[in-house]
């Protein structure tokens, strides 16, 4: 009868479909289990290694003359195909017996368990633990696919249409959330993967000593009190504004810059490019727009890299081209006018407080411009920069409502004491830090309960482009005091006391805490 034929055949496809399911999980877990175990290898690529190894020179040379940098890739969807068809064939056994398909699917990881042991570099347990992870986790999936599969042949006629539909649907769903299960779980363990990659990678860089070093910071920059913010902010602590969800991991060696469109000379730098170009170390402030009165998204480092005119002039950039659009691997982009990018200041930066740029501030490489906010200037994991117009295309904040150029508002900030401190009376000190890069900063004021504004005792100037610190000794008297403060920057402007949110360009208004002196 056709219609049974046409049954059984179904059954078998399902079956199949069900060994393919549950092997992708077996792999998957197997992935996952790889990345985040020290010492875990992928069994996947394991095997694609042992390939390399037994195949024949000329064919090799040939694959590589045939597919070039592809061959990698090109081999692992091989491995992916070969293995999704030995999970049909497990899937076709488990109809007999899944017992005997579990079998095969433990037999198939470790065939990737011996691969992966030959790898001197891989821990053995981490290995066998991601084999038989996957192996119990595919086993699992592989059973309970099976039992969820539409009924056999002969039973199926016994039952009713509507619910040979549901068991059918049922399956389907299982197989979906198994190929979800699987992606999701590879997707992890190779993220994870990658980033140790990239993190071995960065910890053994060492930059080239600067051609141009800053010169060491002066000691009466740095006020020693407790709770002052520090002169420099340590990596660590450096505040971090993402639009991507998972930090970008950029191997250096398959990176590179790429400078475009309106210059005489587009061309691209790799990594080891801009090493070997004469690097500049300087210290810069950066902030962001999103920066609250009195708030911590602002920061202070030593950055090393190569100064953005030297790349522009070497391009050579064509009249007309007003905005520098830069591009990141994430997709984020920002621009800002070409005669600021043409100034001295502006870095493609390599390294921040004398190491590699970490990973969550942009290794290898990022922009940092002097006087502008990070949204509109500063891209980390840089991949390429632009010489176009404003009309051409905006960077990414622009549309969501925020201004189209971002120069960084001079602010001042109160670090001691933190408001709502509760103080004794006599000598107390209050100090803070307080930027207005490029213009720098030539007074601080502060002023208790509304009273007169008092000019309080600057520390020696690190640079224009940087904060610089501040303090004032106060004679506290018992009772709930006020503290404001404000800034003047190099060009004599005082800020304003009138309160800006922080869209569309940067809040303005005094910081001002409050206190109670207690006897
Ligand atoms: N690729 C990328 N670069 C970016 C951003 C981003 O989200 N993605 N944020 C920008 C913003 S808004 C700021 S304020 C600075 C912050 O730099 P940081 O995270 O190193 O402190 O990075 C800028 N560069
Ligand atoms: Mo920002």
Same mark, same amino acid.
């Given at each position: 009868?056709?219609?049974?034929?046409?049954?059984?055949?179904?059954?078998?496809?399902?079956?199949?479909?069900?060994?393919?399911?549950?092997?992708?999980?077996?792999?998957?877990?197997?992935?996952?289990?790889?990345?985040?175990?020290?010492?875990?290898?992928?069994?996947?690529?394991?095997?694609?290694?042992?390939?390399?190894?037994?195949?024949?020179?000329?064919?090799?040379?040939?694959?590589?003359?045939?597919?070039?940098?592809?061959?990698?890739?090109?081999?692992?969807?091989?491995?992916?195909?070969?293995?999704?068809?030995?999970?049909?064939?497990?899937?076709?056994?488990?109809?007999?017996?899944?017992?005997?398909?579990?079998?095969?699917?433990?037999?198939?990881?470790?065939?990737?368990?011996?691969?992966?042991?030959?790898?001197?570099?891989?821990?053995?347990?981490?290995?066998?633990?991601?084999?038989?992870?996957?192996?119990?986790?595919?086993?699992?999936?592989?059973?309970?696919?099976?039992?969820?599969?539409?009924?056999?042949?002969?039973?199926?006629?016994?039952?009713?249409?509507?619910?040979?539909?549901?068991?059918?649907?049922? !399956?389907?769903?299982?197989?979906?959330?198994?190929?979800?299960?699987?992606?999701?779980?590879?997707?992890?363990?190779?993220?994870?993967?990658?980033?140790?990659?990239?993190?071995?990678?960065?910890?053994?860089?060492?930059?080239?000593?600067?051609?141009?070093?800053?010169?060491?910071?002066?000691?009466?920059?740095?006020?020693?009190?407790?709770?002052?913010?520090?002169? !420099?902010?340590?990596?660590?602590?450096?505040?971090?504004?993402?639009?991507?969800?998972?930090?970008?991991?950029?191997?250096?060696?398959?990176?590179?810059?790429?400078?475009?469109?309106?210059?005489?000379?587009?061309?691209?730098?790799?990594?080891?490019?801009?090493?070997?170009?004469?690097?500049?170390?300087?210290?810069?402030?950066?902030?962001?727009?999103?920066?609250?009165?009195?708030?911590?998204?602002?920061?202070?480092?030593?950055?090393?890299?190569?100064?953005?005119?030297?790349?522009?002039?070497?391009?050579?950039?064509?009249?007309?081209?007003?905005?520098?659009?830069?591009?990141?691997?994430?997709?984020?982009?920002?621009? !800002?006018?070409?005669?600021?990018?043409?100034?001295?200041?502006?870095?493609?930066?390599?390294?921040?407080?004398?190491?590699?740029?970490?990973?969550?501030?942009?290794?290898?490489?990022?922009?940092?411009?002097?006087?502008?906010?990070?949204?509109?200037?500063?891209?980390?994991?840089?991949?390429?920069?632009?010489?176009?117009?404003?009309?051409?295309?905006?960077?990414?904040?622009?549309?969501?409502?925020?201004?189209?150029?971002?120069?960084?508002?001079?602010?001042?900030?109160?670090?001691?004491?933190?408001?709502?401190?509760?103080?004794?009376?006599?000598?107390?000190?209050?100090?803070?830090?307080?930027?207005?890069?490029?213009?720098?900063?030539?007074?601080?004021?502060?002023?208790?309960?509304?009273?007169?504004?008092?000019?309080?005792?600057?520390?020696?100037?690190?640079?224009?482009?940087?904060?610089?610190?501040?303090?004032?000794?106060?004679?506290?008297?018992?009772?709930?005091?006020?503290?404001?403060?404000?800034?003047?920057?190099?060009?004599?402007?005082?800020?304003?006391?009138?309160?800006?949110?922080?869209?569309?360009?940067?809040?303005?208004?005094?910081?001002?805490?409050?206190?109670?002196?207690?006897?």
């Amino acid at each position: 009868m056709p219609d049974a034929d046409a049954r059984a055949f179904a059954a078998r496809r399902e079956s199949a479909v069900a060994g393919i399911a549950a092997t992708a999980v077996a792999l998957g877990i197997s992935e996952l289990l790889a990345g985040i175990l020290p010492g875990g290898r992928s069994l996947v690529e394991a095997v694609g290694d042992s390939v390399i190894d037994v195949v024949p020179g000329w064919l090799e040379r040939a694959a590589i003359a045939l597919l070039g940098t592809a061959d990698k890739p090109v081999l692992i969807v091989g491995i992916l195909l070969v293995s999704m068809l030995v999970g049909a064939g497990l899937g076709l056994l488990a109809r007999r017996s899944v017992a005997l398909a579990s079998i095969g699917l433990a037999l198939f990881a470790v065939l990737g368990v011996a691969a992966a042991l030959g790898d001197e570099r891989s821990a053995a347990w981490a290995v066998v633990t991601s084999g038989v992870g996957g192996a119990v986790a595919g086993i699992a999936a592989l059973t309970l696919l099976m039992r969820a599969a539409p009924a056999p042949v002969k039973s199926r006629q016994e039952t009713a249409p509507g619910e040979a539909g549901a068991g059918r649907r049922g !399956f389907l769903q299982l197989v979906a959330v198994a190929a979800a299960v699987a992606g999701a779980a590879a997707a992890a363990g190779r993220w994870v993967t990658s980033s140790q990659r990239v993190e071995e990678l960065r910890s053994v860089l060492r930059l080239p000593t600067p051609a141009t070093p800053a010169p060491p910071a002066p000691p009466e920059a740095e006020l020693a009190l407790a709770g002052l913010t520090p002169l !420099f902010t340590d990596n660590d602590e450096f505040f971090r504004i993402d639009t991507a969800l998972s930090i970008p991991q950029v191997d250096p060696e398959q990176w590179s810059l790429e400078i475009s469109g309106m210059v005489e000379r587009p061309f691209t730098l790799t990594y080891e490019d801009l090493l070997a170009m004469p690097q500049v170390e300087s210290d810069i402030t950066l902030a962001c727009v999103s920066n609250e009165v009195g708030g911590n998204l602002v920061g202070n480092a030593r950055w090393q890299g190569v100064p953005l005119r030297t790349i522009l002039e070497q391009a050579g950039v064509q009249e007309g081209a007003t905005q520098l659009l830069s591009r990141s691997v994430d997709g984020f982009t920002a621009g !800002f006018p070409v005669a600021l990018a043409m100034e001295d200041g502006p870095l493609v930066a390599l390294g921040m407080n004398g190491e590699p740029l970490p990973t969550v501030h942009g290794f290898p490489a990022r922009l940092v411009v002097p006087g502008l906010y990070g949204y509109v200037s500063a891209t980390k994991w840089l991949s390429a920069i632009e010489l176009t117009t404003f009309e051409a295309e905006a960077g990414y904040w622009i549309p969501r409502g925020w201004s189209r150029e971002g120069p960084i508002k001079t602010q001042s900030r109160i670090d001691v004491p933190p408001t709502a401190s509760v103080l004794k009376p006599g000598r107390q000190a209050i100090a803070g830090v307080a930027w207005a890069p490029t213009r720098g900063i030539e007074a601080v004021e502060i002023s208790i309960d509304e009273g007169p504004w008092q000019e309080v005792t600057l520390a020696a100037s690190l640079d224009v482009d940087t904060w610089r610190q501040w303090f004032y000794e106060w004679d506290a008297t018992p009772g709930p005091h006020w503290i404001s403060v404000r800034a003047s920057d190099g060009l004599g402007e005082t800020q304003t006391d009138e309160r800006a949110p922080v869209a569309p360009d940067g809040a303005t208004g005094h910081h001002r805490v409050q206190v109670r002196v207690v006897d």
